[in-house]
Nanobody, 126 residues
């Protein structure tokens, strides 16, 4: 059974930092792409960051580029999202996603991912 479990969310003041973790089980994580998406209240879920298993390329949304960093530790079967200089507009439920065989053009698309975590709440106060 495949599971992705996020942790590390919480309440932080604007300008602060959080590190989200996504622990995977039941998949050959080293061969899978991993991504983070977020959904703010009343809004659609949006792409945040992705890391390709094939090329090692990393993609970010324009809104987080330069502030967030996606990484993975295949030995620990865990992906991370380091979030610095957080802003109130970063408030959302953050979910990790993973898929094998995803192509480059699909990395930003929710439909490209097979497995999803339950999400972790990040709240940034002003």
């Amino acid at each position: 059974q495949v599971q992705l479990v996020e942790s590390g969310g919480g309440l932080v003041q604007a300008g602060g930092s959080l590190r989200l973790s996504c622990a995977a089980s039941g998949i050959n994580f080293a061969r899978y792409a991993v991504a983070w998406f977020r959904q703010a209240p009343g809004k659609e879920r949006e792409f945040v960051a992705a890391l390709s298993q094939r090329t090692g390329s990393i993609l970010y949304s324009d809104s987080v580029k330069g502030r967030f960093t996606i990484s993975r530790d295949n030995a620990k079967i865990t992906a991370f999202l380091q979030m610095n200089n957080l802003k109130p507009e970063d408030t959302a439920v953050y979910s990790c996603a993973s898929a094998g065989g995803i192509i480059q053009s699909q990395l930003r698309s929710q439909s490209g991912y097979t497995y999803w975590g339950q999400g972790t709440q990040v709240t940034v106060s002003s």
